[in-house]
């Protein structure tokens, strides 16, 4: 069995972020054995007036891959993360979404609702309705439980497998300031490597690679995006700046 798990809404200025939060999540699931739990990733829903939120309003989702019949347990096991490692003020909410229980179409409702939040202010009232009807849990653990609506939403933006950077940095074991494509792919767990326009680099191409290397959702690989920049007189590609990765 295969579960999506979003949270959202679950942090202040000054406290530990959702991120981390997830990360304890998937801790557990993995060091308890019921699972293998794919990378996390950040969703970026709407920045309104009328939309709170205490950072950037986005969520956490993460895809598992059950040893067994472990979803309950799951369930559980989050719900008191999220009491016991939420902050004072947040709102935090949680999604955990069964493909296999539902429809081509069903998914494409999740789908909408994720791209919705990314443009519209949205309720608890519409979330709840979604989840209801289609038999996705959904709850809230604090707070207004506005949490849920973007826990929703991030499972549907994950669901898109082209929305959300990855949390964290890929590492590479090189002194080298530039490597081959192949030596990323085959030193990291980024699947490919290419430009926002889509054109993707064979392997053989150089990469002046900085000081850390961000991914991106990307028809459901993990993308490193690159860009062409003048070193020393020379055309060369270089990771996208943290300010072009803001609309993944």
Not at 3 to 30: H, P, W
Not at 76 to 105: M, N, Y
Request: with cysteine.
């Amino acid at each position: 069995m295969k579960i999506f798990l979003c949270i959202d809404d679950t942090d202040n200025i000054d406290s530990k972020g959702t991120g981390a939060i997830a990360g304890e999540i998937v801790t557990l699931i993995e060091s308890s054995g019921w699972g293998t739990c794919q990378n996390i990733s950040r969703h970026q829903l709407l920045v309104h007036p009328d939309v709170p939120y205490t950072s950037h309003n986005s969520s956490m989702c993460f895809i598992v891959d059950f040893n067994g019949d472990y979803l309950e347990a799951t369930i559980e096991a989050a719900i008191k993360v999220l009491e016991t490692e939420s902050a004072e003020g947040s709102d935090p909410g949680l999604c955990v979404f069964v493909p296999e229980r539902l429809t081509q179409h069903q998914h494409q409702e999740i789908v909408h609702f994720g791209l919705r939040a990314k443009r519209e202010v949205l309720t608890k009232e519409e979330a709840y309705q979604l989840a209801e009807a289609l038999s996705i849990h959904l709850s809230e653990h604090g707070g207004t439980g506005q949490g849920v609506i973007g826990a929703l939403a991030g499972v549907g933006l994950r669901l898109t497998g082209n929305d959300g950077r990855f949390k964290g940095k890929h590492k590479m074991n090189t002194s080298k300031k530039t490597v081959t494509v192949k030596e990323i792919l085959e030193e990291t767990t980024i699947d490919i490597v290419r430009t926002s326009a889509g054109l993707i680099l064979d392997d053989e191409e150089q990469v002046a690679i900085g000081d850390k290397l961000k991914s991106v959702l990307l028809d459901h690989k993990k993308a490193l995006l690159v860009e062409s920049v003048k070193v020393d007189g020379n055309m060369m590609w270089q990771p996208c700046s943290g300010s072009s990765l803001k609309q993944y």
